[in-house]
């Protein structure tokens, strides 16, 4: 990357939420990830070791605040102090995924918006923006008092979907999962030429859901499910069964942004009739647990490489959400 007229130089550094996915970002970048190491001290308390100057350098660190999130939460807040502290001439908190997103507002009384509470945290350390991908509510960019880029995962999906089964195949429909993701699966169906179908369901309490009917035909057709994450897999395999069983949908292929695959996710997802689960990289594969089969991971290195270098060289970057 050429210097440009401020002068100031780009660094890219990384926690230890997803490492291989910052490497691929750097590598896009043409650059070498910035040395630091984050580790532990025996009671748990992060420690971290800076082993570069970062004196007026345009800083970007790569931080996904998945499981697990407290650790990863309080890893980029103390990268962003030392960072601050060091001199770092801007930090930009590159999160392809934001955790704590879904407790967004008051559901019932006296529940905690701790979105809220962690943008407050995230400025509070000294970030200078924010750069993460499909937050689970849009408005949480209102939280924070500075600069927020949502990038969006649902052109990389959709170009995956066109080369693999063609613009505007007839034989194939965009289901929403539920009734709160209509908008983005509305979308995502124009994207790919499609018609559009919902499944309506009831969720009894957290991490579980009933499904109820649903809203469009989608007998004989091959079913392309879109949501942004998948958690425990509940919603997204129950509306699978629901489409096959009660729709009588042919293949059911499913998409997400975000695989957090908690609990018996992957079990639950395997036991499923889904076909093939597509997901983003931008939280990486349960450690420990073999590769299922019916998962694939496609990357978003390369749209928050040209997201990173636009931030740097201060030109807009609107068009990287078309």
Not at 1 to 8: E, L, Q, R
Not at 76 to 83: E, H, N, Q, R
């Given at each position: 990357?050429?210097?440009?007229?401020?002068?100031?130089e780009v660094k890219v550094f990384a926690g230890n939420s997803n490492r291989a996915l910052a490497e691929a970002i750097c590598d896009n970048l043409?650059?070498?990830l910035g040395t630091c190491k984050v580790s532990a001290f025996a009671d748990g308390e992060v420690s971290l070791n800076l082993g570069e100057p970062v004196r007026g350098s345009d800083v970007f660190i790569v931080q996904s605040t998945c499981k697990p999130v407290n650790d990863n939460l309080m890893e980029?807040?103390?990268?962003?102090?030392?960072?601050r502290r060091a001199s770092a001439g801007r930090i930009t908190a590159v999160m392809p995924y934001f955790g704590y997103a879904r407790q967004d507002r008051k559901a019932k009384s006296r529940d905690p918006i701790s979105a809220k509470l962690v943008a407050n945290l995230i400025t509070s350390a000294g970030a200078d923006r924010v750069l993460t991908m499909d937050l689970h509510a849009a408005q949480?960019?209102?939280f924070f008092d500075i600069p927020v880029d949502n990038l969006f995962g649902a052109?990389?999906?959709a170009n995956h979907y066109i080369r693999q089964f063609g613009l505007g195949n007839e034989d194939f429909i965009v289901v929403s999962p539920d009734v709160g993701s209509v908008a983005r699966a509305r979308s995502f169906a124009q994207k790919l030429g499609m018609s559009l179908a919902i499944v309506d369901k009831r969720r009894q309490r957290a991490n579980s859901s009933e499904v109820?009917?649903?809203i469009g035909d989608v007998?004989?057709?091959n079913v392309i499910l879109l949501d942004d994450m998948v958690d425990t897999a509940g919603s997204l395999c129950h509306a699978a069964e629901a489409l096959v069983k009660d729709g009588k949908a042919r293949d059911i292929y499913a998409c997400a942004s975000h695989g957090v695959l908690s609990g018996s996710a992957l079990e639950t997802i395997e036991a499923s009739p889904i076909k093939e689960l597509i997901l983003l990289d931008t939280i990486p594969y349960p450690a420990g647990k073999p590769m299922l089969g019916k998962i694939k991971y496609l990357s978003v290195a390369s749209l928050f490489a040209e997201a990173i270098e636009r931030i740097y060289e201060e030109v807009s970057i609107s068009s990287l959400f078309d």
């Open positions: 990357m050429n210097v440009i007229s401020h002068g100031k043409s650059k070498k980029l807040l103390v990268m962003i102090d030392a960072m949480i960019q209102g052109p990389i999906l109820m009917n649903i007998a004989g057709k």
